[in-house]
């Protein structure tokens, strides 16, 4: 065969696997590498730079796709600080699907540190949500994978600037960019705005989701995220708001004590939401709306102990699962409950009928094999000793004596507080909420017991709203004249003092002296002033 017979039977070869390898690049992409490869015209040692990009192409393409649950598995990310002049606060929890993989931590980076390093469970792409100084913001973990968050602090310790680097860093990004955009960093804060009248909580809602929307539909527009991504966050998006709207019932019933009756089309974007959705595998509000319209909203509670609700909710949600799921999401549902159930229960002879009555539905064995794996460890002996939910909560309650939990939080001013400002007073500290009718209803007798130690500067008033927007405390304190020190406690700080303190509800009071609790879960401000006339005698 000639040299020339020789150079065109290449050619062939190499056009047959350049286009074996076009034939499974999406169709834009496809159509975009045959133009090239007609224009150019190159022989086949031309050819080899071209077909790497392909292969990669293809490859990248495909990798998007194989995101799965992979239990047991870890995520890192390491905080780096420029500018650190003091020592830090920084909090850091993320929203997972299953109860045993939640991570929460608030620590603090000293100036020598300049850095410090979170282990979190990570069995699947995820979103987690950190506080620096007060400061929120989003990121996302991939499992296995380390994110790297670079924070320029200005001199007074805000957060000027914050760089991310890692697998996940097109996503982090956008979640920036977002804030930036919308001028909030969590859907939460913009929901809890809306007056307690449904009229104005859907049509808020519907906006709010229309604009979370929009904004990802043209941010895609111009910036490349993965396609699994875009579903997440669009399931997050969507169920969020559908689980709020349906919060709505219990809080107007249980806690207001006002007539629900929603408008016509209250439930119209609801109800034509997706029970099964294979899309939103990765979405933790997706997984929370399946709790509320499966088993929430077929049963009533009627002051069961805890191990009857236990067992009623549990057998009631693998039930409804089997009749409305599929696939994973019936594997990853499924295995949240029985894993609950398994981590808590005393009994586990229902445990282990529960499981042989559910063990065949799973299409998974990694699900099924960790179970196992779980059940193996215990015995009659050790969950003999478990204590219940109730008692498990109680060991975080405040003690007499105890030292008073860290907190660093700002007035309305911006000035910032922490407890070794409080050194040598006698602390008369209330938690509170916006929403608490009991909290508003206590502010006259406050401020005047307030006024009556107006002249006593070892007295301290200090009152912390949690659970709150920013925006409606400034305006309750402005409206009530709210005396004392006021200081806010955003989402993050509002779980960690709530955990620390033990706060079951608002309001909450404790009585404090020298950094030490001397009275916790005290009196209300009309019945403390005997306590505060002992302390200030001795």
């Not at 990798?63 to 830090?88: P, R």
């Not at 404090?512 to 002033?529: A, F, L, R, W």
């Given at each position: 065969m000639s040299r020339d017979g020789i150079a065109r039977l290449q050619n062939n070869e190499i056009s047959s696997a350049l286009f074996y390898f076009l034939d499974r690049l999406p169709l834009a992409i496809r159509l975009k590498k045959v133009q090239m490869i007609h224009?150019?015209?190159?022989?086949?040692?031309?050819?080899?730079?071209?077909?790497?990009?392909?292969?990669?192409?293809?490859?990248?393409?495909?990798?998007?796709?194989?995101?799965?649950?992979?239990?047991?598995?870890?995520?890192?990310?390491?905080?780096?600080?420029?500018?650190?002049?003091?020592?830090?606060?920084?909090?850091?929890?993320?929203?997972?699907?299953?109860k045993s993989s939640k991570f929460y931590d608030n620590s603090f980076v000293l100036e020598e540190e300049n850095n410090i390093e979170f282990v979190i469970p990570c069995e699947y792409p995820s979103g987690i949500y950190f506080t620096v100084n007060n400061s929120s913001f989003t990121g996302f973990l991939l499992p296995k994978d380390t994110l790297r968050v670079n924070v320029q602090l200005l001199d007074n310790g805000s957060v000027e600037k914050i760089e991310y680097s890692g697998r996940t860093q097109s996503i982090c990004n956008y979640y920036l960019q977002k804030k930036q955009h919308l001028g909030y960093q969590d859907l939460r804060i913009p929901l809890n705005k809306a007056p307690a009248v449904l009229d104005q909580i859907s049509i808020n809602t519907d906006t709010l989701m229309r604009n979370e929307l929009n904004f990802l539909k043209q941010?895609?527009?111009?910036?490349?995220?993965?396609?699994?991504?875009?579903?997440?966050e669009k399931s997050q998006i969507i169920y969020l708001c559908s689980n709020y709207k349906k919060s709505q019932k219990a809080l107007f019933e249980k806690h207001l004590n006002i007539t629900y009756?929603?408008?016509?089309?209250?439930?119209?974007?609801?109800?034509?939401?997706?029970?099964?959705?294979?899309?939103?595998i990765f979405s933790y509000w997706y997984f929370d709306f399946l709790n509320s319209c499966l088993v929430y909203d077929n049963v009533t509670?009627?002051?069961?102990?805890?191990?009857?609700?236990?067992?009623?909710?549990?057998?009631?949600?693998?039930?409804?699962?089997?009749?409305?799921?599929?696939?994973?999401?019936?594997?990853v549902f499924k295995y949240n409950y029985l894993n609950s159930y398994l981590t808590q229960t005393k009994d586990l002879e229902s445990y282990d009928e529960l499981f042989q009555e559910n063990k065949n539905d799973f299409s998974s064995t990694n699900y099924l094999n960790d179970l196992i794996a779980k059940r193996s460890l215990l015995n009659d002996s050790i969950v003999k000793n478990r204590n219940d939910a109730y008692q498990q909560s109680a060991k975080n309650r405040l003690e007499k004596n105890d030292s008073i939990p860290y907190f660093y939080l700002p007035?309305?001013?911006?000035?910032?507080?922490?407890?070794?400002?409080?050194?040598?007073?006698?602390?008369?500290?209330?938690?509170?909420?916006?929403?608490?009718?009991?909290?508003?209803?206590?502010?006259?007798?406050?401020?005047?017991?307030?006024?009556?130690y107006a002249n006593s500067p070892k007295v301290v008033f200090l009152n912390i709203c949690t659970?709150?927007?920013?925006?409606?405390?400034?305006?309750?304190?402005?409206?009530?004249?709210?005396?004392?020190?006021?200081?806010?406690?955003?989402?993050?700080?509002?779980?960690?003092?709530?955990?620390?303190?033990?706060?079951?509800?608002?309001?909450?009071?404790?009585?404090?002296?020298?950094?030490?609790?001397?009275?916790?879960?005290?009196?209300?401000?009309?019945?403390?002033?005997?306590?505060?006339?002992?302390?200030?005698?001795?």
């Open positions: 224009k150019l015209k190159m022989t086949w040692i031309h050819f080899i730079p071209v077909i790497s990009l392909i292969f990669w192409s293809a490859i990248s393409c495909k990798k998007e796709e194989k995101h799965k649950v992979q239990l047991g598995e870890n995520a890192v990310v390491k905080f780096s600080f420029e500018n650190l002049k003091d020592s830090t606060a920084i909090s850091l929890y993320n929203l997972s699907i299953f941010y895609t527009l111009h910036t490349h995220l993965p396609e699994w991504f875009i579903q997440t009756s929603p408008p016509k089309d209250y439930y119209k974007s609801i109800d034509t939401l997706d029970i099964n959705n294979p899309s939103a509670y009627q002051k069961q102990s805890v191990a009857e609700w236990r067992d009623l909710t549990t057998a009631l949600a693998l039930s409804k699962a089997n009749e409305n799921l599929t696939g994973e999401i019936r594997d007035n309305s001013s911006g000035q910032f507080f922490s407890p070794k400002y409080f050194k040598e007073k006698i602390v008369y500290v209330n938690f509170w909420a916006t929403w608490c009718k009991p909290c508003i209803a206590s502010i006259p007798q406050k401020n005047d017991l307030i006024m009556a659970s709150s927007s920013k925006e409606d405390w400034k305006k309750m304190i402005d409206e009530k004249k709210i005396g004392g020190i006021n200081l806010f406690a955003n989402e993050n700080w509002s779980n960690i003092l709530i955990n620390k303190f033990g706060v079951s509800g608002v309001p909450t009071y404790f009585l404090v002296q020298d950094g030490k609790v001397i009275k916790p879960y005290c009196d209300s401000p009309e019945n403390i002033e005997d306590d505060l006339k002992v302390l200030l005698k001795n």
